[in-house]
Nanobody, 123 residues
């Protein structure tokens, strides 16, 4: 089983960009579908984006499509979330998650989670 550590969160003005990283331990990283979720205060944890083990297929929530890009580097055991054109509504704690096998948008289906990184977008 992998362990996950996120980094890259911070404070940014609306319209700005951030890149989140999630680095995994373990030798089977490329076997896992990787995803990003986010949770704003008082709200449920929402799906943001996911990427298959090979990196060949990506999935996005409608709210971030065209603004966010998920990618992975299996040689570095790392998955990224490039976030552009950030909006105050994107403010949340962002979590990296791993799942095997298959794709899901339901956070209950993910076996492994990082500790989260705060993203705050000011207006």
């Amino acid at each position: 089983q992998v362990q996950l550590v996120e980094s890259g969160g911070g404070l940014v003005q609306a319209g700005g960009s951030l890149r989140l990283s999630c680095t995994a331990s373990g030798r089977t990283f490329s076997s896992y579908l990787m995803a990003w979720f986010r949770q704003a205060p008082g709200k449920e944890r929402d799906f943001v984006a996911a990427i298959t083990g090979s990196g060949g297929t990506t999935y996005y929530a409608d709210s971030v499509k065209g603004r966010f890009t998920i990618s992975r580097d299996n040689a570095k055991n790392t998955v990224y979330l490039q976030m552009n054109s950030l909006e105050p509504e994107d403010t949340a704690v962002y979590y990296c998650a791993a799942r095997w096998p298959g794709y899901s948008r339901n956070y209950h289906d993910y076996q492994t989670w990082g500790q989260g990184t705060q993203v705050t977008v000011s207006s």
